[in-house]
């Protein structure tokens, strides 16, 4: 008999579940088994699950379409507020090492850390730890704090569509491995990762296996639905059907104030390159890749093409990267979907 110990991945993002089954090859993500399963707008806002029992009903009936009973699920949150911060600290005995993140978090952290799970990438040895003789050797570590109550909530809505929860992770580790293992990034080089959802986009920069930075602004493609829909006094539903449809239908005056949502998004970006800059390296980032739904927006991935960093874009082929021979699904389904499915892809290579 085949014992498999792969993990279903299931990313609950705030327009779309994903349900993933497959693994990672020279190819690419082959996925064996898929289900995309849709969430109205607000159902899930930033820090709340405010639709709950529709979010735990569409995982079960995902769940059902793939005949999975009681699956053993990796899962991951989105991380609005996740707090992060790049330190040198003392370089003690690498098994002591979580618990000087500990210290280094209670200082760092502007909030009461009983309510944050502490997590960390460790980036290297640096020079000149801080206050201490120049020279002096530091562990280079990026610190993570996650807010337990979104792990909790999360948790409570898989019991609840019964699974069995094995691994918890944050999105913005688990997409920069997914990302890493499809388009296996040169060691030393700085790679820009953009995920584009919903609720907001998530910048990270991955190099030499790590991610040394992250930063979240809460402009995604609810926002883009939203600055059409205002501009034209439409309802979200009918914008975003509007949005997606085709950009050549998108009457003038919206196409105007997506412009304006998009410089405005564009700005962030920016500003999250420059932090990164100031924050931990002197270097611009070398490369940049995108990926979420939000990327499909009319005319983003076009507007960046055309900016400075244009030339340091990844071209993603998606539609070859993500395949699989299950009959049942759909490849254009899947080429349509592709984009989204890169945190689903990389949970499921999470060990329990
Ligand atoms: N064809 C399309 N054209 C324009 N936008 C699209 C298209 N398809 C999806 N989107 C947008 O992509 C967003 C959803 O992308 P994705 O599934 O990556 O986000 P999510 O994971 O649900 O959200 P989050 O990560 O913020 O929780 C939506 O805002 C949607 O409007
Ligand atoms: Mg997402």
Known sequence: MFFSSRLLGVDIGASAIKIVEGSFSSKGFE??????????????TEREYNQKDLVVSQLKSGL??????????????????????????????????????????E????TDISNVLISYQLLGVGDNLPLAPPGTK????????????????????????????????????????????????????SVGLVDIGALGTRVSVWKNGKVEFF????????????????????NHTDAEVLKVSDGNSIPHE????????????KAELQQSEDIYVSQSSKELIQKWCFFGGGTQT????????????????????????FFSKNKSIDANFLATWAPRLLTASGLTSRKG
């Open 64 to 105: 059902e379409s793939l005949k999975k009973k009681k699956p053993a699920v990796a899962t991951s949150f989105r991380g609005s507020g996740v707090l992060t911060k790049r330190v040198l600290m003392p370089k003690v005995p690498e098994k002591e090492i979580p618990q000087q993140v500990r210290w280094e978090a």
């Open 138 to 189: 530091a562990w280079d570590i990026l610190l993570i704090g996650a807010q337990k109550e979104e792990a909790s909530n999360l948790q409570t809505i898989l019991s609840e569509a019964d699974t069995k929860v094995k691994v918890m992770d944050l999105d913005f580790l688990t997409t920069a491995d997914a990302a890493h293992s499809l388009l296996k990034f040169p060691k030393d080089e």
């Open 254 to 265: 919206a196409k105007e104030a997506l412009k304006e949502s998009l410089n405005r998004w």
């Open 298 to 321: 009319p005319g983003l991935m076009e507007s960046l093409t055309s900016d400075r960093i244009g030339p340091k874009i990844v071209n993603i082929d998606w539609k070859n990267l």
């Open 107 to 110: 200082q760092v952290f502007p």
């Open 215 to 234: 930063r979240e602004f809460a402009l995604g493609g609810f926002y883009f639905t939203d600055s059409m829909a205002r501009r034209l006094g439409l």
């Open 31 to 44: 996925v064996s088994n898929l289900a995309c399963l849709p969430l109205p707008d607000g159902a899930i």
